[in-house]
């Protein structure tokens, strides 16, 4: 009973230290160090958002995006951003509007949405526009074999090196509103909103 009791101290000490650390990435833009970097799949995240039948609002996510970002601190206008996004791995709280976004279409018809096999989306910037910690990203965006601009309201979030496998790290959040109807998706517009309010969350670990 005696050691038991003397352990207790340090039972409620470990989530204490864990909360008193500090983050690994902070919003210092020292940190960041010219290279090529990657994306962590794992944490990299586009939310969309559409209007339904003006009630609310319905949202959902695409996980596993891969690309890459060359960026030089210092000639921030020269950076390139290429990212692929995983339109099959579409993600909802509904199993049933889920299976809707990849169901084929009626009798060998269009599909609503992405049909049962979509190709990955791609987003390549064009041009990069940075004013301290933020910048407008234009670029193409390929969604639904169709190529249109769109830009990204970008915004750096942190910096430093990944606790676990310690790469240098960098995050950035950014937002976009693009038409799903120019991309060749317009089932239920305007009930079902056209604008698509997109949430982006990127963490890059640099390659070389």
């Excluded at 210092?74 to 290429?82: P, R, S």
């Excluded at 990069?128 to 407008?136: E, I, L, Q, R, S």
């Excluded at 976009?176 to 949430?199: N, Q, W």
Aim: proline share 6%; hydrophobic share 40%.
């Amino acid at each position: 009973m005696r050691k038991l009791l003397c352990a207790l101290p340090l039972l409620f000490a470990v989530p204490l230290i864990a909360q008193s650390a500090p983050q690994p990435g902070t919003m210092d833009v020292a940190r960041v160090t010219a290279g090529t970097y990657n994306t962590d799949p794992s944490h990299t995240l586009i939310g969309w958002r559409v209007s339904h039948f003006g009630f609310n609002d319905y949202f959902g996510i695409f996980g596993d995006v891969t690309g890459t970002l060359i960026l030089d601190p210092a000639k921030l206008n020269e950076a390139k951003v290429d990212i692929t996004i995983p339109v099959s791995k579409v993600t909802t709280a509904s199993a049933g509007l889920t299976g809707h976004l990849l169901r084929a279409g009626k009798d060998g018809g269009k599909a609503d949405f992405f049909g049962p096999a979509p190709t990955d989306a791609k987003f390549v910037s064009t041009s990069v526009v940075a004013n301290g910690t933020t910048a407008k990203i234009t670029g193409n965006l390929t969604l639904n074999g169709v190529t249109k601009p769109v830009m990204l309201d970008t915004k750096f979030s942190g910096a430093g090196n990944n606790p676990f496998n310690r790469k240098a790290t960098v995050g950035f959040h950014a937002t976009s509103v693009m038409k799903r109807s120019e991309f060749g998706i317009g089932y239920a517009v305007p009930m079902i909103s056209d604008d698509v309010t997109l949430d982006i969350s990127v963490a890059f670990e640099k390659a070389s």
